[in-house]
């Protein structure tokens, strides 16, 4: 089996991503800011998969966060084959009501880290003739609604355009948009939950099994559920302006 790296990876939908790669006999790198989190994951994970797993503590918001995982992906002697960029948050409020420290810290985070992670795996993978990299979107990424949803659509195009680029070398890409997903994001976020349906809501798990299904078939994105395919499915067929007023109409409700 290969080594999965997997970034944001003591909570939500990246924790349930360790949990199914260990299950699945993955040795793993678990990344994230909190020591005492990584180190409690790695024992549960290693008791009760028997995986060897090393812990990386790293925050992506900063240069020595994204240089030290880089150089963890580019260590030929220890090959890592599966990538998830699963690391980011989120800003309560909209645009301009944000602080631009903020701002900037979200795309140095879900974009900038995930373009150099991505650049920075890549290369190995493709001389083995083999691997995985899942880059962690939204259903956000089609919805014109503020700096989140921006980068998630960069990640989007930037996942699918790699792919295209890479076709053929035995490496796939997948982006991951998931709905509202029972994680720690929103309580993190400060952003309430309260008036969200409960019909709206997957779980982690959900969302972990079907994009490594999808993964596995070669697809490029994985949209999971069929509420939130079709979802965005109408997203990509309405006007950009009445896509606009009817996600900030949603917003404002949520």
């Known amino acids: 089996m290969t080594t999965a790296l997997i970034t944001g990876a003591t909570a939500g939908i990246g924790a349930a991503f360790a949990r199914r790669l260990a299950a699945d ?11 005492d989190r990584l180190a409690q994951a790695a024992a549960t994970l290693e008791r009760e998969h028997g995986v060897a797993v090393q812990v990386l503590a790293a925050d992506l918001a ?3 966060g994204i240089e030290a995982v ?6 030929g002697e220890r090959p890592v084959g599966i990538l998830v960029n699963n690391a980011g948050f ?3 409020g909209g645009y301009l009501e944000v602080p631009m420290a903020q701002e900037l810290t ?5 974009v900038e880290a995930v373009l150099r992670l ?3 795996a890549l290369p190995g993978m493709r001389e083995r003739g083999f691997g995985g990299v ?11 609604r503020g700096t989140y949803g921006a980068t998630k659509a960069w990640v989007v195009n930037f996942t699918q355009g790699a792919a295209r680029d890479l076709a053929g070398s035995g490496v796939r890409l997948l982006a991951l948009c998931p709905g509202f997903t029972r994680t720690e994001f929103h309580q993190r976020a400060g952003m309430g939950t309260g008036n969200i349906p409960g019909w709206a809501w997957l779980s982690a798990e959900r969302v972990v099994d079907e994009a490594l299904r999808d ?19 109408v997203a990509r067929l309405l006007p950009a302006g009445t896509l606009g007023r009817t996600s900030a109409k949603a917003g404002r409700k949520y």
């Open 70 to 75: 880089e150089r963890r992906l580019a260590d």
């Open 215 to 233: 993964l596995a078939r070669g697809r490029t994105l994985s949209v999971p559920s069929k509420r939130y395919k079709l979802a965005v499915t």
């Open 90 to 92: 989120g800003n309560p």
């Open 118 to 120: 991505t650049s920075a």
């Open 134 to 144: 899942v880059n962690v979107a939204s259903v956000a990424a089609f919805v014109p």
């Open 106 to 110: 979200m795309l140095k985070v879900h």
């Open 62 to 64: 900063t240069e020595a």
């Open 25 to 35: 006999g993955h040795d793993l790198v678990l990344v994230a800011r909190d020591t």
